[in-house]
C-alpha cells in the first residue's frame, strides 16, 4: 500500500468539523461568562484546560516511552500519539486567559493584603511572583513544545528515509531525557498553576498526580481514536484483538499507577498529621466534598480496576473505548475535586453552568484541531522497520 492509502478516512474530516462547530458555540457561550462573571469563569477555565493539557502532554509521554521501549503496542497509536502532541502550540494560546486571570486564581499570593494576614516564606516570596511565573510557564512550553517538534521532525524524516539505522538510535537516545524533561516540567507546572492556589500546602508527590493521570487521558483518547479508524482502511485491516489487549493492558497499569500517588500522598499526610499539611483533605473529604472524593474513589479506580480485570474487555472493540471515555470523564472529576474546593465556600461545592460549557468548548476546539493534525500524516509510521510485524494478523 501506498501513502495515500495510510491517509485519514473521511470520518476524521467530520470529526474536525462537528468538534469545531460544537467547540466554537460553546466557546461563545463562555466568553458571555467572562464578561458576566469573570473570577468564576477562569476559576472554571483552569480546571478545563488542564483536562486538555492532559491530553497532549500525556501523549508526548507516550509517544516518548514507545520509542525507549520498543513496544509493538505504540506502532498502532504513534501517529495519533503524534497528532495529539501537534496541539501543544494551541494550548500555549489557551493559557493566555489563566494569565489574565491570575489574580482570580492566585490572590493567595499575589494580594498584599492576603499575605500580610498570612506570610508567605522567605523562598516563597522570591518564588511566587507574577514575573516569574510566567518565566517558568515560557519554560515549560518551550520544553514541551520542543520535544514534540524533535519528534514529529524525525518521524517524518522516517517516513522518506525507512533504512536509516541513525533516526531509530536518536528515537531511543533522546526518549529517555525527554521523559525526565517532561515529568519534571509538568511537576512543577502543577506546583505554579495548581498548588500555589494554596500557598501554605504542600505536597512532594502532587506532580506525579498529573503525569499519571494525564497519561490515563491520553491513553484513553488513543483507545477511542483507533477503534474510531478501525471501521475503515487501513486501521481495518491492520487492527486487531491483540493491539486493544495491549493499549487494555496500559490504561489498567496507569489507573493503577495513579492510585498508588494518590494513595501515598493521602498516606503521608494523614500519618503524619501536621496542621499545615491536613487543610487539603479536611476540606476534601468532609460534607459535600467527601461525596465527590467517593465518588472518585470508586468510579476513577475500583470500578474500572475490576471492569479491566477482563482479558475479554480489554480485546473488545465495542466494551474498551467505552471504559475509556468514562476514565476521561473521571479525569475532569477528579480535577474538579483536586482545584474548586478552594474556590467554594466551606461545606459547599460550587458548580455553575461554565463548568458545562467550558469543558465542551475546550475540548471540541481540541478534538477539531487534533482531527486536522490527524489528517497531515499517514495514520502509520511507514518507515519504521517494526510496521509490518505489528500489524501481522496474529490473534495472540
Given at each position: ?29 463562555g ?34 516511552l ?55 516564606s ?5 518564588y511566587?511572583?507574577?514575573n ?9 512550553f ?38 525526565i ?52 482502511e ?26 498508588y ?23 476534601r ?45 473521571m479525569r ?9 474546593p ?15 460549557v ?29 510496521l ?9
Amino acid at each position: 500500500m501506498t501513502a495515500q492509502n495510510y491517509r485519514a478516512p473521511e470520518s476524521v474530516g467530520r470529526l474536525q468539523t462537528r468538534a469545531l462547530i460544537v467547540g466554537a458555540v460553546a466557546l461563545v457561550l463562555g466568553l458571555i461568562g467572562w464578561w458576566q462573571t469573570p473570577g468564576t469563569f477562569v476559576q472554571t477555565y483552569l480546571n478545563s484546560y488542564l483536562l486538555i493539557l492532559g491530553l497532549s502532554l500525556g501523549s508526548l509521554g507516550l509517544l516518548m516511552l514507545q520509542h525507549l521501549t520498543g513496544g509493538q503496542w505504540g506502532i498502532m497509536i504513534r501517529r495519533p500519539l503524534e497528532a495529539a502532541t501537534r496541539t501543544l502550540p494551541l494550548l500555549l494560546v489557551l493559557f493566555i486567559p489563566i494569565i489574565l486571570g491570575m489574580k482570580s486564581l492566585y490572590m493567595e499570593w499575589l494580594d498584599p493584603e492576603r499575605t500580610k494576614e498570612e506570610p508567605l516564606s522567605h523562598l516563597q516570596q522570591g518564588y511566587l511572583t507574577h514575573n516569574w511565573f510566567l518565566v517558568r510557564a515560557a519554560i515549560y512550553f518551550v520544553v514541551w513544545i520542543g520535544l514534540m517538534l524533535i519528534f514529529n521532525a524525525w518521524s517524518r524524516r522516517q517516513d522518506t528515509d525507512q533504512g536509516s539505522r541513525s533516526l531509530r538510535r536518536n528515537f531511543k537516545l533522546l526518549a529517555g531525557p525527554g521523559i525526565i524533561l517532561y515529568v519534571f516540567a509538568m511537576s512543577f507546572a502543577a506546583i505554579d498553576w495548581v498548588m500555589s492556589i494554596t500557598p501554605h500546602w504542600a505536597s512532594t508527590i502532587y506532580g506525579f498526580l498529573f503525569v499519571a493521570g494525564q497519561l490515563i487521558s491520553s491513553m484513553s483518547l488513543m483507545i477511542c481514536v483507533i477503534v474510531l479508524l478501525s471501521r475503515t482502511e487501513p486501521f481495518a485491516s491492520a487492527l486487531n484483538k491483540r493491539h486493544l489487549h495491549d493499549v487494555g493492558k496500559l490504561l489498567f497499569a496507569f489507573i493503577m499507577l495513579w492510585a498508588y500517588f494518590d494513595f501515598s500522598q493521602l498516606l503521608i499526610i494523614w500519618s503524619g498529621n501536621q496542621p499545615e499539611e491536613i487543610t487539603f483533605y479536611m476540606s476534601r473529604l468532609h460534607g459535600p466534598w467527601g461525596y465527590v472524593a467517593i465518588a472518585v474513589l470508586l468510579f476513577h479506580f475500583f470500578v474500572p480496576f475490576f471492569i479491566l480485570l477482563s482479558s475479554d474487555v480489554k480485546r473488545s472493540a465495542r466494551l474498551l473505548p467505552k471504559v475509556a471515555m468514562w476514565m476521561i470523564f473521571m479525569r475532569f472529576v477528579d480535577l474538579f475535586w483536586m482545584i474548586r474546593p478552594e474556590f467554594s465556600k466551606k461545606g459547599t461545592i460550587s458548580f455553575t453552568w461554565l463548568d458545562i460549557v467550558l469543558p465542551i468548548a475546550l475540548l471540541g476546539i481540541w478534538l477539531g484541531y487534533f482531527a486536522f493534525n490527524l489528517k497531515q500524516q499517514p495514520l502509520l509510521p511507514l518507515g519504521d522497520p517494526r510496521l509490518a510485524e505489528a500489524i501481522g494478523n496474529h490473534e495472540h
